[in-house]
């Protein structure tokens, strides 16, 4: 199946500061990803939908000025948590829509775990 | 939008017993059911799926059923294993995903 990736794997930072996630499709094109928040214990909670070339949408609740994305190219979008505070230590995942076999199907990242101290 | 429901929030079963995990949906335009298993701190991974124009759907211990009028779907594990321990999410889509709460399920050998 296709392969997302994500990187950093995990990253600790100073309150204040601002941390960049990567997420890439190793081998495949997406036009379209996914940025999700899991918070330890609860579900994914779908943060913005990441479009090549456009802005991303956002969810209800979703400061899209704290957290800036970017979809640059078909294989790379990123995600910026500005002005990071405790409250933003979580599990970010990111997902793309790949083609497997005759239907697409959306393939997970590993996931960033953020701590803001 | 789509509201997704899941019970039960955690499920403990003797190995080799069967483990049921239901999830209701809102919206009934949404068209792809997906059921993914996440061990803790990594990517959730797909088991299975099932679309709209589908009714059930099995893959050797695993089946999926789904229920489009009563907007319900089930995901049924047979023979339990211990690896099979895990937090288990449905999800409903019709553009994006949304998904329930999450099963933790605990196998005891």
């Known amino acids: 199946g296709a392969v997302v990736s994500q990187h950093p794997s995990w990253v600790i930072c100073k309150s204040g500061t601002s941390v960049k996630i990567e997420c890439r499709s190793l081998?495949?094109?997406?036009?379209?990803m996914f940025w999700y928040r899991q918070f330890p214990k609860q579900s994914l909670m779908l943060m913005a939908t990441s479009n090549e070339g456009s802005k991303a949408t956002y969810e209800q609740g979703v400061e899209k000025d704290k957290f800036l994305i970017n979809h640059a190219s078909l294989t790379l979008s990123t995600l910026t948590v500005t002005s990071a505070h405790p409250e933003d230590s979580s599990f970010y995942i990111c997902?793309?829509?790949?083609?497997?076999?005759?239907?697409?199907?959306?393939?997970f990242g590993p996931g960033t775990r953020l701590t803001v101290t | 939008g789509e509201n997704v429901e899941q019970h039960p929030s955690t499920l403990s079963v003797q190995e080799g017993d069967s483990a049921v995990i239901k999830c209701t949906y809102s919206?009934?335009?949404?068209?792809?059911f997906p059921w993914y298993k996440q061990e803790l701190g990594k990517r959730p991974q797909l088991i299975i799926d099932?679309?709209?124009?589908?009714g059930e759907k099995k893959d050797q211990r695993i089946a999926v059923t789904l229920n489009k009028t009563a907007k319900h779907f089930s995901l049924h594990i047979t023979e339990t294993q211990p690896e099979d321990s895990a937090v288990y999410f449905c999800?409903?889509?019709?553009?994006?995903?949304?998904f329930g709460k999450g099963t933790m399920l605990l196998v005891s050998p």
């Open positions: 081998d495949f094109q997406a036009t379209t």
């Open positions: 997902s793309a829509i790949g083609l497997a076999g005759v239907s697409y199907e959306q393939y």
């Open positions: 999800a409903a889509s019709l553009s994006t995903l949304t």
């Open positions: 919206d009934s335009a949404s068209n792809y």
């Open positions: 099932i679309r709209s124009n589908v």
